[in-house]
């Protein structure tokens, strides 16, 4: 049974054309994001129903989400694209030892993280840019948010193996059930049982576990190639070394993320808390936009890593170009959708005029800069895929980290509020700028002709073999 897996995926990866495969698999990825985006969406959307301090709150602990993101990108992306390269090599029980021992790793962690947030919570809140309105409500929802911490690490290991399999959509049917079940709770943990704060962080809680469940599921049911059992963890120094490695990029990348969002609360700290409510808004706002973008790239993911391991060279540059160009029109449509209704978003969430005022002008310059996103993501995805982990680790710091944060703290000096909001838009023009002569080398490089491997010659001998009979 497993064999017929491997040769459907081999089927589906190397033979089927990428104008179709990447779509397909692009689709089931997008839905994820857009729901894990909407039900981020959803809890500033009932949360700044508290008001401007509880809205601000959201964007304080968008730093510690993305903390507990990173340890499962790491562990997720540096073993799902070692799998993927397995698979495509043929080595099945090579792929079960990553898979096991991604998720064991990203479990000991994000709980090694969890415990002494919680211990130090309050101090840890201020640290990360909380004024003294707004820290009740960071503590409060920062616990739950805390706590289920690991269940979002483990989640993101699991539904980023199920990717680099081709299995986009066993990875959003868990993903999507946590992500509505969190829009449900929060109005009636909310505002039907008057919880307040205290519920939008408990509804994120019980929909972060209830999304590791039935992600777990998938694997324990027998419907993956890779199979998770704790006989296959393997803490051998070669093979933590491989997956840590290989996943630094996006540990990088969500460090980066983490630390941006901590700089930038300490920066909008002196505006006050309308500040920092507009600037957490525009952020989600932007990622919900960009979160389609992302879904169509993720797509692109396993077709890399699965054809670079199979030596499919043809395809991976193939591949390239087509998601470049899908991402490119996608994101240049939503840009402008979004730039011409900011006003209305922005007050959807929050009718507090200063917050509408700052959010609005933010968002817009976003906007401007957000056809500039998609080369950048390619090429970072592209090159973690093919387990190019240096070089793709330098690129994924750049939009959120070399460049982002210089922007920030220069523009910030010299154009007061003004440069707060321009920083984001100027460190993605610099991002795609920096990825051009690093993307140009590599495809200088790359092979332009495929490689029989001994994978297609068994493949090709099965076929010859159903054919005689």
């Given at each position: 049974m497993n064999k017929d897996k491997q040769w459907r995926q081999y089927e589906k990866l190397v033979l089927t054309p990428v104008n179709k495969l990447i779509p397909k698999l692009a689709i089931p990825t997008v839905i994820s994001m857009m729901i894990t985006m909407i039900y981020n969406l959803a809890d500033a959307f009932f949360v700044g129903k508290i008001g401007t301090s509880?809205?601000?709150?959201?964007?304080?602990?968008?730093?510690?989400?993305?903390?507990?993101q990173a340890i499962g990108f790491m562990c997720g992306h540096g073993s799902g694209s070692i799998i993927s390269g397995r698979?495509?090599?043929?080595?099945?029980?090579?792929?079960?030892?990553?898979?096991?021992?991604?998720f064991a790793l990203s479990a000991i962690f994000s709980i090694a993280v969890m415990i002494p947030e919680l211990i130090f919570i309050k101090p840890f809140m201020l640290l990360l840019g909380s004024t003294e309105t707004i820290l009740p409500y960071a503590v409060i929802y920062g616990y739950y948010i805390i706590i289920s911490g690991p269940a979002l690490s483990m989640s993101c290991v699991l539904n980023n193996v199920l990717r680099y399999e081709g299995r986009a959509a066993l990875a959003m049917v868990g993903l999507v059930s946590g992500g509505v079940l969190n829009i449900i709770g929060d109005p009636i943990l909310m505002f039907g049982l008057d919880m307040g704060i205290h519920g939008a962080g408990l509804s994120t809680a019980i929909s972060q576990y209830v999304s590791l469940f039935l992600l777990l599921y998938m694997y324990l049911s027998g419907r993956t190639i890779t199979k998770l059992s704790v006989k296959n963890i393997s803490f051998s120094a070669?093979?933590?070394?491989?997956?840590?490695?290989?996943?630094?990029?996006?540990?990088?990348?969500?460090?980066?993320?983490?630390?941006?969002s901590m700089t930038l609360n300490i920066?909008?700290?002196?505006y006050g808390d309308a500040a920092i409510a507009a600037m957490t808004i525009t952020g989600r706002v932007n990622m919900f936009v960009g979160s389609v973008m992302i879904g169509i790239m993720q797509g692109f993911q396993p077709v890399s890593a699965y054809n670079y391991g199979a030596r499919k060279y043809k395809r991976v540059r193939d591949g390239f170009n087509f998601t470049f160009k899908a991402g490119q029109l996608v994101l240049t449509v939503?840009?402008?959708?979004?730039?011409?209704?900011a006003r209305p978003i922005i007050t959807f969430f929050r009718d507090d005029p200063e917050v509408i005022e700052i959010g609005t002008m933010a968002l817009r310059?976003?906007?401007?800069?957000?056809?500039?996103?998609?080369?950048?993501?390619?090429s970072n995805m592209t090159f973690q895929s093919i387990g190019k982990s240096a070089t793709a680790s330098f690129l994924g710091s750049l939009r959120s980290g070399l460049c982002y944060l210089p922007a920030l703290l220069i523009l910030q000096h010299f154009l007061g509020l003004t440069g707060?909001?321009?920083?984001?838009?100027?460190?993605?023009?610099?991002?795609?700028?920096?990825?051009?002569p690093f993307v140009v080398k590599f495809f200088m490089r790359l092979p332009k002709e495929d490689v029989i491997t001994d994978l297609d010659r068994r493949y090709m001998g099965i076929q010859e073999n159903s054919n005689d009979k």
């Open positions: 509880a809205a601000a709150a959201i964007g304080i602990l968008m730093s510690v989400q993305a903390v507990f698979l495509g090599q043929g080595d099945t029980e090579g792929a079960n030892a990553t898979g096991s021992t991604g070669r093979n933590v070394f491989h997956i840590l490695s290989n996943g630094l990029p996006s540990l990088c990348r969500q460090v980066l993320n983490s630390l941006s920066c909008a700290n002196p939503l840009a402008i959708i979004t730039f011409i209704f310059f976003q906007c401007l800069a957000m056809i500039m996103q998609p080369f950048g993501v390619v707060i909001e321009l920083a984001q838009p100027v460190a993605d023009i610099l991002t795609s700028v920096i990825c051009i």
